[in-house]
């Protein structure tokens, strides 16, 4: 299941820490870092009672001794801070049993349109602290029980859909229903809540796609609220969606408005030390149960029970007059039905700012990610920050003339996504309402920062972009509460999120973005510790202002040609003597390729060009010649938007 020759070492000053790819890093404060997995299982509809079963097959000791694994930090949400101090547990350290007490540390069920998913997450590690010893638990015997229910009466588009989904979650190749044929069955597939008096504006968006053969419905929020029961305002909404997801076939719902013209859930967020109340939208997609599992009138608590898996595909319309409707609805209009042509079509802008200078945690890795799911014949911007720190004005002008897809990896707050040093504004409110001018060529902007979203009682960065009636943004996916870093150099959930939604735009073509939102989500899911972890938190946080059925532009290159491989082989000796040359193949068919080596603070120490697949040679040493400490570096070949890494080890 879990194969040795995967792994990976990277030495730092506080200890070690092992890499396997499909892996991310987990433990709580004190405790040894380790990756860990996520196993997906897909069970009979109306599944329940479900437990989980593990036996360990096959043992391969790592490590006889020596071996002193990092130990874990308190994290931060995406630059708060400094990031907690790496020490320890005696208690933990001490141990001469194995660590982690047992591999299955978390699991969890959710239904996702029927369809009952379960998943665990294991650590297949056994850790003896007092020696050092390491053993991977390469093979393993999961076993999942469960009770029979019934199925779900539900209509053949919504099927086709959580297939679709379903599908991902296990690991399957996509695949999404075709954009542009009709989904089967229900006579509201795409469902309109607004207010009463807006009713008239967003005929237009209903009308336009009922041109496209989706069958819609508009409901006002007054009439909804007057004939469907619930504690208060949100669940009555609730229950009237679930009603149409029950009865009716919905698959997409729009939320047509803010706070002021439609009923948000206001959830408690809390994880390692920092609190929050924010909307969660997800409240009113995820339609099992209650969302107050215990009664108590908290929702959206770890403990009420929470399935998380969205059953329909939902986007709130940020705006509260009918002018700033108008805007949305034609954008919206424009992006999907007549855009103008040009370059913008295939342009991108990717910011990364230094969200930790003191471990090095820089966004340009998960910028990176996103890129690579570009296509390859786009232009993609990136204004990466450098450590210590110092942003850029330099991408406004690069949006301003049009853009498709932008990210804003920064630190945040409602009113905007910023750099760690001067100047400091990556992308504002004012930005977005004074600096922006571009028109039709407004795209698709999202974020891992913190609070840019947040609506509830002022204007948001995420509503300037939107109601921008000269340019902006047509859809903005931003957190409304905080974003998580990861374990570094393991990637945060915030940042997964918004790579895995580039994935399955441009990779997976999914036919609509609503669609594409909702899978990136639900990859999260099975990574969740339980209680009030940073994955739950993200989830919840992660927002969607958007037409859910809104499609991605589809663009074509020039001379579109198939990707050539590219490789670059791990670096040998790993870990290299100081004085010792380390040589890597680095393979693709033709052209040239950039390679280079940094340092784990992101600073250039060397790179060369080369014209030919083969052997490149490092000497240990920066381009002036002087031999770099004893440390980890990485390698990093680059060919336009293709990079590959690799992580060398050099010693005293």
């Known amino acids: 299941m879990y194969d040795p020759l995967d792994l990976d070492f990277l030495q730092t000053r506080g200890g070690t820490v092992v890499e396997a790819p499909g892996f991310e890093q987990r433990g709580a404060p004190g405790t040894p870092l380790l990756p860990a997995a996520p196993e997906v299982f897909l069970l009979p509809e109306g599944a329940h009672g479900v437990s989980f079963g593990l036996e360990v097959l096959e043992r391969t000791e790592i490590a006889g001794g020596g071996l002193s694994l990092l130990p874990s930090a308190e994290l931060r949400p995406i630059g708060h ?182 009923p948000v859930r206001m959830v408690y967020l809390y994880c390692e030390g920092y609190a929050d109340t924010a909307p969660v939208d997800l409240y009113f997609a995820d339609l099992d149960g209650t ?142 309402t004074d600096s922006l001018r ?33 340019g902006g943004g047509t859809a903005v996916m931003f957190n409304v509460s905080y974003g998580w870093e990861g374990y570094w150099p393991s990637l945060g959930a915030s940042e997964w999120m918004c790579i895995d939604l580039a994935r399955e735009v441009f990779r997976h073509h999914a036919p609509s973005l609503g669609l594409a939102f909702s899978t990136a989500k639900d990859l999260r899911i099975p990574f969740m510790e339980g209680g009030y972890d940073r994955t739950f938190q993200s989830l919840l946080s992660f927002s969607a202002f958007m037409d859910p059925a809104l499609r991605v532009m589809r663009t074509a290159g020039v001379s579109p040609v198939p990707p050539a491989p590219f490789t670059l082989s791990a670096p040998w000796p790993n870990p290299a003597q100081r004085d010792a040359p380390v040589a890597f193949m680095v393979g693709f068919e033709e052209g040239s390729a950039e390679v280079s080596v940094h340092d784990m603070a992101g600073r250039l120490l060397w790179e060369t060009t080369i014209g030919s697949p083969g052997r490149v040679g490092w000497s240990g040493t920066d381009d002036s010649g002087r031999r770099v400490p004893a440390g980890v570096y990485l390698v990093t070949a680059r060919r336009g938007d293709l990079v590959r890494g690799r992580l060398v080890t050099v010693l005293d």
């Open 81 to 262: 801070g400094h990031p907690g101090a790496r020490i320890g547990d005696p208690d933990i350290y001490s141990l001469a049993t194995p660590w982690p007490e047992a591999p299955l540390i978390s699991s969890h069920t959710g239904s996702l349109s029927g369809i009952t998913v379960a998943s665990c997450l294991v650590q297949p590690w056994e850790y003896i602290p007092a020696t050092g010893s390491l053993t991977l638990l390469n093979r393993l015997r999961i076993t999942v029980t469960w009770e029979d229910g019934p199925s779900s009466p539900l209509m053949p588009g919504q099927r086709d859909m959580a297939l679709a989904r379903t599908g991902r979650l296990s690991g399957e190749t996509a695949r999404f229903p075709q954009a542009g044929l009709p989904l089967q069955g229900g006579d509201s597939q795409y469902l309109i809540i607004c207010d009463s008096a807006y009713s008239g504006i967003m005929e237009q968006l209903a009308l336009f796609h009922v041109s496209r053969g989706l069958t819609v419905e508009t409901a006002t929020v007054q009439g909804i609220l007057s004939a469907f029961p619930g504690r208060d305002d949100a669940e009555r909404l609730r229950n009237f969606i679930r009603d149409r997801y029950i009865n009716r076939g919905t698959v997409f719902v729009l939320l047509a408005g803010d706070e002021s013209l439609v």
């Open 291 to 432: 969302w107050d599992g215990n009664g108590d009138g908290d929702y959206g608590q770890p403990d009420d029970s929470l399935d998380l898996y969205a059953d329909v595909l939902l986007g709130r319309g940020l705006f509260s007059t009918p002018e700033g409707a108008q805007v949305f609805v034609d954008k919206c209009l424009t992006y999907q039905s007549s855009p103008p042509q040009g370059d913008w079509r295939s342009t991108a802008v990717l910011c990364g700012a230094v969200l930790f200078e003191e471990t090095g945690y820089t966004a340009d890795r998960g910028c990176d990610s996103i890129a690579v799911e570009l296509p390859s014949y786009w232009q993609v911007h990136r204004f990466y920050e450098e450590l210590p720190g110092g942003g850029f004005i330099e991408h406004i002008p690069v949006i301003d003339g049009g853009t498709a897809w932008n990210h804003y990896a920064g630190h945040g707050s409602n009113t905007g996504i910023w750099w760690s040093a001067e100047p400091l504004a990556m992308m504002t409110s004012w930005i977005a």
């Open 438 to 470: 571009n028109g039709d060529m407004s795209g698709i902007h999202t974020s891992i920062a913190c609070h840019p979203g947040n609506y509830i009682g002022h204007a948001s960065c995420a509503e300037a972009l939107l109601q921008n009636p000269l």
